[in-house]
């Protein structure tokens, strides 16, 4: 993704024309991720028409915009994070479309005009899907499909509490539009296909996608995959299990295979490393460094900083004792909410992105697979947590049980690289006190309660049934955006 403009009109010269709109704007879209820091103002990266503005209808306009936001400059990129923005040009908004309404051009090239969300206006949608229908470039920009595309699906935008866009075409495929834009592939892209090409079944495996630029710069814009028509998310279905007074075991061992069945298959589709001396050691410093930068944000942890660091000083004498780790490709960001449950009673797994404030080049290192263990692991614990009473013994099942799933399906059983597994509870769980700190106050004592259990040594977690073999954390769903 180079930093030149291009498209088929003086890309620059619409910025006077936008960034005021945009100044308003932007800001306040859900998905921004610079909130809370001013913005300064805006480099277009690329500028694309694929829909010309000129034509009596409407327009429409793909822009890669870099929002400059005061902060640490590095020498390896550009200030400023990246955005994807697809915009309606039009002379007038019909009322229907009023609430995607971004604002009226008042100068530059675009003045006189008004400009809106092109992924409320069905027509627009509807022409996207046509793009990535017929393979090919349209200035920085290029569709690629595996498969052929029905047309004639009727669009409309996902109201989910997500970080990027999607848009569900005729109940029969979902298009993720990425927001915040990275150089390079993204994994949500790069391991779908890898997966469907190793024939795993558990990943809904992408149709089609856009990306800008080619090469290792090119960066992912879009994926469509087949949509699971009347799925629902793991975390719903296990807060509906613990409203109804039932067990999730069932649910959790099969959600066990089903992650197992993944981790299988991308070990053998892309390359795995041994974590040896001293990548366990600069694994385990890292989770250290995290813990200090969290007790100074929340001292409330300091009395427990001795007991969690000795989980990460664990894995480092384990490695100093000549133990090694496999380390692989993982879903990076594994929670309840991550796992679909199709009508048919199958576990699939979706949004491989990782964690998207990390740098890309981090996401796609492989990682020991218990990570993706951990967070399912914590997930239990949430959801355990959000329903009074307290039901820890819930949330021990659910993980002995998904622990249980995973051994059977893959020879491994999570349980039996402890060391690790604890360390990366402990790493989740010390990252979710700040984020409720910050965020969310009131679910402050969930994973504190875990950071007491973390903290003391194992075997002897007084509400572990499993002490011994024993995990000695507590599962939960990343405190990210539901809940
Ligand atoms: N293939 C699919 N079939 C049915 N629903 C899907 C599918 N993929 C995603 N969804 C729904 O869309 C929602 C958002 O998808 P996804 O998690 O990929 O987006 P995201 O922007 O990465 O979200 P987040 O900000 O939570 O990481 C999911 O929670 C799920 O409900
Ligand atoms: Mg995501």
Redesign the pocket.
Known sequence: MSETASTARAPVALLPSLAPLLHEWLPRRR?FAGKGKPVTGFALVSATELLPLSAAGPGLLHLLVRVQQPGPVTSSAPPGDCYQLLLGVCDTLPPRLSPALIGHVTRGPLAGRTVYEALQDPRLAALLLERLRSPGAIGPLSFHRTVAVPDGLTPRV?D???????LVYGDAY?L?IFRRIHPGANP?LELPLALARAGCARV?APVAWFEAGTGPDGATLGVL?????G?R?GWRLALDALAGGRDFVPEAHALGRATAEVHTALARALPTVTLARRQARDLAVAMSRRLDAATQAVPALMPYVPGLRAAFETVAALAEGGSTWRAQRVHG?LHL??A?RTPDGEW?V??F?GE?SKPLAERRRPQPAVRDVAGILRSFDYAAHSHHPWHPEWAERCRDAYCSGYAEASGRDPRDEQALLRAYETDKAVYEVVYEARHRPDWLRVPMAAVRRLASPPGADPASPLSGRALSGRPGLSP???S
């Open positions: 998905w996902l989910a509490e997500q970080s990027n866009t999607s979902i993720k949500d809904p995959q087949p949509y699971l028509r799925s998310d960001d909410g991550q679909l699939a979706i949004d992105e998207p990210d955006r539901r």
